[in-house]
């Protein structure tokens, strides 16, 4: 069972690799994963995930694959051989394109001596309001349904989990069960400015609502002391286990 301190993923939504490093140093005791997104893979390169192991991170390699299956797949079996202990891609790439990445995972996984990671599909952006879902992307289905379908979709062609808002969890682990891995972004403490998120959630209400792992940037990278940040954020979680 993962301690509370394992759940909390950074995202390191930084552009150089000297931030990056920095906020490694001062963060990689008190929280499980830090998060590579496209601002610092795109600005740093590939290598930018092995100088975060090197230093005793384990990285999330967030790059929301979505292409056609063997591009996708060539693109998993790159993070898989690279170490990456979380990668994703978009469920709306469909079945077959999630399939063939979970196949290429395990594949390369082998074939490379190292543990596969787990392949996480993007159901539907934390940013994106249900107006905007309707209005802007043309899908008239509630946010909430279409999620559970993308979800369950993903869970079929092999994948380990989906990337979701806290606002779906129950419906997700309901629907997907207790094995099934929900990554989820949209975290805010109390005490926490909202920025661009449209559907959040607190630490422990979204652990409360069954997260697997919570994905937290600006609270704690942008806070003053981001160590204490992490810690107050395990405290809040650990009220769940009194």
Known sequence: MLSMKDKIIVALDVPTRKEALELLSKLKNHVGAFKIGMQLYNAEGPDIVKYI?????????????????????????????????MYT???GGGFKMMQASAIAAKEAAEEAGV????AMAVTVLTSISQTEFEEEMGIKTPIVEQVIKWAQMAQKAGLDGVVASPKELKY?????????????PGIRPAWA???DQARIMTPKEAVA???????????????KDPAEAARLIVAEMEELNN
């Open 193 to 195: 400015a909202t920025n």
């Open 115 to 118: 543990e596969k990671p787990l």
């Open 89 to 91: 891609l978009h469920a």
């Open 172 to 184: 997700i682990r309901e629907s997907c069960g207790e094995d099934f891995v929900i990554v989820t």
């Open 53 to 85: 192991q090197e230093l005793g991170g384990k990285v999330f390699v967030d790059l929301k694959f979505h292409d056609i299956p063997n591009t996708v797949s060539q693109a998993t079996k790159i993070i898989t051989k690279r170490k990456a202990f």
């Open 209 to 223: 609502a069954g997260a697997t792992y919570l994905v937290i940037g600006r609270p704690i990278t942008g806070h």
